[in-house]
C-alpha cells in the first residue's frame, strides 16, 4: 500500500501516452503546440513495467490518457498487456481518457482486452461550437466513437468542460443526449493549466451557475455514489446522472487516492502542484526494479497536500505545464 503524509491511500494511477493529440482545444494547449521529441517517449515495455510496478504498490484503478491515447500507434498493445492484471484481480479497473476521434476503430478491442468504462471529451454536440472550441475537430467521428464504444458493451461518461462563451447555453441539451444514449455526463471547471492564448477569467464558468441551470431543467437529487474522484453527482427526475467537478469552488484534495505519470516518466504528485519526481531515469538504470521502487516510494512520500487553483484576470497560470502534458 502506498500512503501518502496526509495518510490517504494511493490507489489511483493515470498514466499519460503520449503528449501529442490530434486536437487543439483552446482550453487546453495554445494553437501553435510544441511536441516532445519522440525519444523522451517511454517505451511499450518501460510503460508496462512502470505500470507493472504501481501494480504492485497497491494500484487498483488505471486510467490511460493522454495527449490523446489513441494516437500512439501501441496504445492497443499496452492495453493488451494490462489486461492481465484485470484477470489476475490485481486491478479493478483499466480504463481510458479519449477524445474519441479514433474510438470507433478500436471499441471492440479495448472492450475484448477488459475495458469496461471510458471517458469521452465532447464539450458540444453543436458540430459548428466543436469545431471551433477543438481547433478543428469533426463530431461526426467523435459520435461514431461514442457509439461504437457503447455497441462493444463499454460504459461511456461524457466529459465536458464548462466555457462561459462556448457551451454553457448547450450544457442542459448535452447532457439529454448524452442521457439520451445511457451514458452520464460530467461538467468540470476549466483549470488554470498553462498558456494557452486566452484568459481563463474568460473561459471559466462557477459550478453553481452550471448547476443552477440544471436545476432550472431538472429536479435533481444528490447521489452518494462515488467514483474515488473529485466528482459529486445528481440523478435527474428523468433517470439521467450528471456528475460536477469543482477543483476552482470546492476542491476535494483531502480525498485525493492519485498520481500521474507523464509520457516521459514524471511522476507528478499534484495537476496544481510543480513537484514531480523522474521516474525515467531509474526506470532506465537498470533492468530490475529496486531503483524505480525506492523513487515511487520517495516520490509518494512527497505528494503535497492540495492544490491552488485561482482565476483571476491576468493572473499566471497556477503551473506552467498544460493538462494535456500531465495527463487528465
Ligand atoms: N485527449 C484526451 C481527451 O481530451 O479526453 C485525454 C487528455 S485530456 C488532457 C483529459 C481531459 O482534460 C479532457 O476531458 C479535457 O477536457 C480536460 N482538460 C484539458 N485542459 C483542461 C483545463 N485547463 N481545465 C479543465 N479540464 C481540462
Ligand atoms: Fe487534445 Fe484532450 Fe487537450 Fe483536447 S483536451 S487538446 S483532445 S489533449
Same mark, same amino acid.
Given at each position: 500500500m502506498m500512503i501518502d503524509?496526509? #495518510? +490517504?491511500?494511493?490507489?489511483?494511477?493515470?498514466?499519460?501516452?503520449?503528449?501529442?493529440?490530434?486536437? +487543439?482545444?483552446?482550453?487546453?494547449?495554445? !494553437?501553435?503546440?510544441?511536441f516532445l521529441p519522440r525519444e523522451e517517449l517511454l517505451s511499450l515495455d518501460e510503460l508496462d513495467r512502470l505500470c507493472s510496478a504501481f501494480v504492485? $504498490?497497491?494500484?487498483?484503478?488505471?486510467?490511460?490518457?493522454? #495527449?490523446?491515447?489513441?494516437?500512439? $500507434?501501441?496504445?492497443? %498493445?499496452?492495453?493488451?498487456?494490462?489486461?492481465?492484471?484485470?484477470?489476475? #484481480?490485481?486491478?479493478?479497473?483499466?480504463?481510458?481518457t479519449t477524445n474519441?476521434?479514433?474510438?470507433?476503430?478500436?471499441?471492440? !478491442?479495448? !472492450?475484448?482486452?477488459?475495458?469496461?468504462?471510458?471517458?469521452?471529451?465532447?464539450?458540444?454536440?453543436d458540430p459548428e461550437t466543436y469545431a471551433r472550441v477543438t481547433r478543428g475537430g469533426r463530431i461526426e467521428q467523435v459520435i461514431a466513437g461514442i457509439d461504437a464504444a457503447i455497441g462493444a458493451g463499454i460504459n461511456v461518461k461524457?466529459?465536458?468542460?464548462? @466555457?462561459?462563451?462556448?457551451?454553457? %447555453?448547450?450544457?442542459?441539451? @448535452? !447532457?439529454?443526449?448524452?442521457?439520451a444514449r445511457g451514458a452520464a455526463l460530467t461538467v468540470i471547471e476549466v483549470m488554470p493549466l498553462g498558456e494557452v492564448g486566452e484568459d481563463r477569467s474568460d473561459q471559466f464558468v462557477p459550478m453553481s451557475e452550471i448547476r443552477r441551470r440544471f436545476a432550472e431543467r431538472w429536479t435533481l437529487t444528490d447521489l452518494a455514489m462515488r467514483t474515488g474522484g473529485p466528482a459529486r453527482y445528481v440523478r435527474t427526475n428523468e433517470g439521467g446522472t450528471i456528475g460536477f467537478i469543482t477543483p476552482l469552488t470546492h476542491n476535494f484534495c483531502g480525498d485525493c487516492n492519485r498520481v500521474r505519470v507523464t509520457c516521459t516518466g514524471q511522476l507528478f504528485q499534484c495537476l496544481g502542484q510543480d513537484a514531480n519526481a523522474d521516474l525515467r531515469t531509474p526506470l532506465r538504470a537498470s533492468a530490475g526494479d529496486k531503483?524505480? %521502487?525506492?523513487?515511487?516510494?520517495?516520490?509518494? #512520500?512527497? $505528494?503535497?497536500?492540495?492544490?491552488h487553483f485561482a482565476i483571476a484576470r491576468g493572473a499566471a497560470p497556477a503551473v506552467a505545464r498544460t493538462m494535456s502534458l500531465t495527463g487528465g
Amino acid at each position: 500500500m502506498m500512503i501518502d503524509p496526509f #495518510g +490517504r491511500s494511493i490507489s489511483y494511477l493515470r498514466v499519460s501516452l503520449t503528449d501529442r493529440c490530434n486536437l +487543439r482545444c483552446t482550453y487546453c494547449m495554445p !494553437a501553435r503546440m510544441r511536441f516532445l521529441p519522440r525519444e523522451e517517449l517511454l517505451s511499450l515495455d518501460e510503460l508496462d513495467r512502470l505500470c507493472s510496478a504501481f501494480v504492485r $504498490k497497491g494500484v487498483r484503478k488505471l486510467r490511460l490518457t493522454g #495527449g490523446e491515447p489513441l494516437v500512439r $500507434k501501441d496504445a492497443i %498493445d499496452l492495453v493488451e498487456r494490462l489486461s492481465r492484471f484485470l484477470q489476475s #484481480g490485481e486491478l479493478d479497473e483499466l480504463t481510458m481518457t479519449t477524445n474519441g476521434l479514433l474510438l470507433a476503430d478500436h471499441a471492440a !478491442a479495448l !472492450a475484448s482486452f477488459g475495458m469496461r468504462r471510458i471517458n469521452v471529451s465532447l464539450d458540444s454536440i453543436d458540430p459548428e461550437t466543436y469545431a471551433r472550441v477543438t481547433r478543428g475537430g469533426r463530431i461526426e467521428q467523435v459520435i461514431a466513437g461514442i457509439d461504437a464504444a457503447i455497441g462493444a458493451g463499454i460504459n461511456v461518461k461524457i466529459n465536458a468542460v464548462a @466555457l462561459t462563451q462556448d457551451n454553457l %447555453d448547450m450544457l442542459v441539451g @448535452l !447532457a439529454e443526449w448524452a442521457h439520451a444514449r445511457g451514458a452520464a455526463l460530467t461538467v468540470i471547471e476549466v483549470m488554470p493549466l498553462g498558456e494557452v492564448g486566452e484568459d481563463r477569467s474568460d473561459q471559466f464558468v462557477p459550478m453553481s451557475e452550471i448547476r443552477r441551470r440544471f436545476a432550472e431543467r431538472w429536479t435533481l437529487t444528490d447521489l452518494a455514489m462515488r467514483t474515488g474522484g473529485p466528482a459529486r453527482y445528481v440523478r435527474t427526475n428523468e433517470g439521467g446522472t450528471i456528475g460536477f467537478i469543482t477543483p476552482l469552488t470546492h476542491n476535494f484534495c483531502g480525498d485525493c487516492n492519485r498520481v500521474r505519470v507523464t509520457c516521459t516518466g514524471q511522476l507528478f504528485q499534484c495537476l496544481g502542484q510543480d513537484a514531480n519526481a523522474d521516474l525515467r531515469t531509474p526506470l532506465r538504470a537498470s533492468a530490475g526494479d529496486k531503483l524505480l %521502487d525506492a523513487a515511487i516510494d520517495a516520490a509518494i #512520500g512527497l $505528494k503535497p497536500e492540495r492544490h491552488h487553483f485561482a482565476i483571476a484576470r491576468g493572473a499566471a497560470p497556477a503551473v506552467a505545464r498544460t493538462m494535456s502534458l500531465t495527463g487528465g
